[in-house]
């Protein structure tokens, strides 16, 4: 989702449940897309990728779901710590390298005990 | 491996300071970039470099300068600063720009910086 001002959408949820943090992009013309996860603090940190050719991407305990008609991406995180508690942002590209990348706003998740 | 370590972490500066902010990576990358992160604003591209000797501008250039002399250091110079530069900055790198899955972005911790 789009942040509102200088606050960042939340996503709250109880430790062992299920989490969907999702991304909606504007060039249709991307064709590599990455999520990170940024902890207070700490740099961006690389969580997965997926490519335009593909629709659905498995790493450990993360997906990436990519619609391209809808220009939609969400990462779906399974059994959620309270170690996934971050900030998470998507990054597109038309591909042609890092200098292009365009990143979302973010999603801050929060996990509870 | 350090990996991306960048210097100072915190600094406050006063309008018309200059300074430069460090970033060293011993992964021996060629690519090296970096970015500004303000609140609802998401990560933005400062500047880059494909290789020592070889930089090039970002989508927000204007205030900063670069020079990559090795490939393990690109560092950031603000040669005056001004208060919109008041921002987090993170410093990346990857062993090729291509944005294929084997060429994972490494950020360094940040830089948080203070004009006044």
């Known amino acids: 989702g789009e942040s509102v001002g200088l606050h960042l959408p939340t996503l709250s949820v109880q430790e062992g449940d299920n989490s969907i943090i999702n991304c909606a992009y504007s060039?249709?013309?991307?064709?590599?897309f990455i999520w990170y996860k940024q902890e207070s603090g700490k740099g961006p940190q690389f969580i997965i990728d997926?490519?335009?050719?593909?629709d659905k991407r498995q790493g450990q305990r993360v997906t990436v779901l990519l619609n391209k008609t809808v220009k939609h991406l969400s990462l779906q995180i399974a059994a959620t710590q309270p170690g996934d508690s971050a900030v998470y942002f998507c990054?597109?590209?038309?591909?042609?390298?890092?200098?292009?990348?365009?990143f979302g706003k973010g999603t801050m998740l929060l996990v509870s005990p | 491996n350090a990996g991306v370590t960048q210097t100072p972490k915190f600094q406050v500066l006063k309008t018309g300071q200059s300074m430069t902010l460090q970033c060293a990576q011993d992964?021996?990358?060629?690519?090296m970039s970096w970015y500004r992160q303000d609140p609802g604003m998401g990560l933005r591209l400062i500047h880059y470099?494909?290789?020592?000797?070889?930089?090039d501008q970002g989508e927000v250039p204007n205030g900063y300068n670069v020079s990559r002399s090795t490939t393990e250091d690109f560092p950031l110079r603000l040669l005056s600063a001004a208060p919109s530069q008041t921002s987090v900055y993170f410093c990346?790198?990857?062993?090729?720009?291509?944005?294929?899955?084997?060429?994972?972005?490494?950020f360094g911790p940040g830089t948080r910086l203070t004009v006044l």
């Open positions: 990346a790198s990857s062993r090729e720009p291509s944005g294929a899955s084997t060429d994972t972005q490494y």
């Open positions: 060039n249709s013309a991307s064709d590599y």
């Open positions: 997926i490519r335009s050719n593909m």
């Open positions: 990054a597109e590209t038309p591909g042609s390298g890092y200098s292009t990348l365009t």
């Open positions: 992964m021996n990358h060629e690519y």
């Open positions: 470099s494909v290789g020592a000797g070889i930089t």
